[in-house]
C-alpha cells in the first residue's frame, strides 16, 4: 500500500515563487512610478506658488516697466517676468488721455526634472501710469 504525500512538490513551489516575483516586480513598478508623480506635483505646487508670490510683489518693491526680468529661486527655480503694453481686441477710445494703461504681466517658472525642462506660466493685467497722458504716477 502506498502512503499518501503531503506538502508541495518543489515543481509547486518554483512556480508559486515566479508569481511572487512577477506581482512583487509589477507592485514595484507602480509605487515607484506614484512617488515620482509625487515629487512632479511637489514642484509644480512650489512653481505656482512662487509665480503668485511673484506677482502679488511686484510693483509694490520696485516699479513695474514694460520689459523684461528674470531671476532664480533655491537654484531649481528660474523665472522671467514679461512686461507689455496689452493688445486687446478692441481699442479703448481716448486711452492716450487716461491717467493709466493696461500691461500683460507674463510670468514663466521653470526648471528640470531629470533631464525634461518643465514650466508653469502665469498672466495677468495691471494697470500702470500712461506715459502718453503725462501723469508719471497716480
Not at 523684461?68 to 512686461?83: H, N
Request: proline share 6%; aromatic share 10%.
Amino acid at each position: 500500500m502506498k502512503t499518501k504525500q503531503r506538502g508541495f512538490s518543489l515543481l509547486e513551489i518554483l512556480v508559486a515563487f515566479a508569481i511572487l516575483a512577477l506581482a512583487l516586480g509589477v507592485l514595484l513598478r507602480i509605487f515607484g512610478g506614484a512617488g515620482r508623480i509625487s515629487g512632479l506635483a511637489d514642484k509644480y505646487a512650489r512653481a505656482v506658488v512662487i509665480s503668485e508670490s511673484l506677482l502679488a510683489a511686484a510693483d509694490l518693491e520696485t516699479p513695474l516697466q514694460p520689459g523684461e526680468t528674470s531671476g532664480e529661486i533655491d537654484a531649481i527655480f528660474r523665472w522671467t517676468m514679461r512686461v507689455t503694453p496689452y493688445q486687446g481686441e478692441e481699442q479703448i477710445p481716448f486711452a492716450e488721455n487716461l491717467p493709466v494703461a493696461p500691461y500683460q504681466v507674463d510670468l514663466i517658472i521653470e526648471w528640470e526634472e531629470g533631464d525634461e525642462p518643465r514650466f508653469f506660466e502665469l498672466t495677468t493685467l495691471r494697470l500702470l501710469p500712461n506715459k502718453a497722458a503725462g501723469i508719471s504716477s497716480f
